[in-house]
């Protein structure tokens, strides 16, 4: 083999693998990706910790999380949300199955916004 073949060769493999680690870390990536679902919450089952949310859409997400899931105040996320509840979820999702890295429940917080909101109109 000739010095020029050889050295086509070895530039050809190594833009191969250049171009499948970028394919590669593009995937990873998506999988990474956090997805934020706004909407109330139909089921807690604190022992799979698991919860139902139905979206706007009219879809339930079932949604599982861990001892590193933020709620507020720091408590477990099945002590901080209950049925019914308005949330917000960040999430992340890989195989199908959405772990929650954070959840805010926006019960408490929309209902004082619409009384912070009728007292302004009413003044």
């Known amino acids: 083999m000739s010095l020029r073949t050889r050295v086509r060769l070895v530039l050809s493999v190594m833009l191969a693998a250049v171009v499948g680690f970028g394919v590669a870390q593009s995937l990873r990536a998506d999988e990474d990706a956090v997805h934020i679902l706004k909407g109330v919450v139909k089921s807690v089952d604190k022992g799979t910790k698991t919860m139902v949310v139905k979206s706007a859409d009219g879809v339930d997400h079932t949604i599982k999380w861990t001892g590193k899931t933020a709620a507020k105040g720091g408590k477990d ?27 805010k429940d926006l019960g408490k917080e929309t209902a004082k916004g619409a009384k912070d909101v009728g007292q302004e109109v009413s003044k």
Request: aromatic share 4%; charged share 30%; no cysteine.
């Open 77 to 103: 996320v099945g002590d901080s949300v209950a049925e019914g509840s308005k949330v917000t979820v960040k999430y992340t999702e890989k195989g199908g199955e959405k772990t929650a890295v954070g959840v």
